[in-house]
């Protein structure tokens, strides 16, 4: 149950203006380059919401994507003072966009939120990023995977078009902690949450699933060794055109 099409999804967090277009535009020469090579990947920087329209713009390529960090649960318009819908995402040029961050649920995004944005995105045809993953208070008392588990079935109905999701694992103990897990853990791990989707939802389109916390230049040949892993969803390293490069070289080396 591996996928040899290979994700690297930059989140840029509160980060960039319109002069960041430089650092898109160096990551596109590269991959268009690399793309050369035969390597089967796919490029996505999730940026704020300022700069998706722009980029967009700037950007008409089938080489990198642009994708939005989250959106509102009511897919329309509404009284939602500092809200962007899915609808505007999409509407901007957004392709992507990355649901159930932990940083979000911490704020108190529920499940039943993030199953409703979910399905808004969907109808938007957008491609969703879908965060899972526990603290370390949770990794400690041994809840993994019961944490996993109920992520998933809360927030991903039943009759999911599976084709539109992509699910990325980031242990909330390890984002920007410079901790990973050991590759016994992620092997484990990345079967479970591949078997929960294919016994739960009785679908033969098991979605591609990422890693995501603490991904840099150091530890991204350590995570290539391991098939079960899809992709990566990278965040402080994905600011700097050099550090995500480097990180895509690193891992095919």
């Known amino acids: 149950m591996t996928n040899n099409l290979k994700y690297f999804i930059g989140n840029w967090k509160m980060f960039g203006?319109?002069?960041s277009l430089k650092i898109v535009y160096q990551i596109h020469q590269f991959c268009k380059k690399f793309k050369k090579q035969g390597k089967k990947n796919k490029i996505v920087l999730c940026v704020p919401n300022t700069l998706i329209s722009f980029f967009s713009k700037k950007l008409k390529s089938k080489i990198v994507y642009i994708g939005g960090q989250n959106c509102h649960h009511q897919e329309n318009f509404g009284p939602y003072t500092g809200s962007v819908s899915a609808t505007m995402l999409k509407n901007s040029g957004a392709k992507y966009v990355i649901l159930g961050h932990s940083e979000n649920r911490a704020e108190g995004e529920t499940k039943q939120m993030i199953k409703n944005k979910i399905q808004s995105a969907m109808n938007q045809k957008l491609n969703i990023i879908?965060?899972?993953?526990?603290?370390?208070g949770e990794k400690k008392s041994g809840k993994t995977?019961?944490?996993?588990?109920?992520?998933?079935?809360?927030?991903?109905?039943r009759k999911a078009f599976f084709k539109k999701i992509i699910i990325a694992y980031e242990p909330v103990w390890s984002i920007g902690s410079g901790k990973i897990?050991?590759?016994?853990?992620?092997?484990?791990?990345?079967?479970?949450?591949?078997?929960?989707?294919?016994?739960?939802?009785?679908?033969?389109?098991?979605?591609?699933v990422l890693y995501g916390g603490s991904v840099s230049t150091k530890n991204i040949k350590v995570f290539s060794l391991i098939p079960e892993i899809d992709g990566f969803l990278i965040g402080g390293a994905s600011q700097s055109s050099k550090k995500f490069i480097d990180i895509i070289k690193n891992y095919y080396k």
């Open 17 to 19: 203006n319109h002069s």
């Open 145 to 157: 995977y019961s944490v996993i588990r109920n992520q998933i079935r809360g927030s991903i109905k």
């Open 130 to 136: 879908f965060c899972i993953g526990e603290t370390l």
């Open 181 to 208: 897990p050991q590759t016994i853990e992620l092997k484990k791990i990345f079967k479970f949450i591949k078997n929960e989707i294919r016994k739960k939802y009785n679908t033969k389109n098991i979605p591609a």
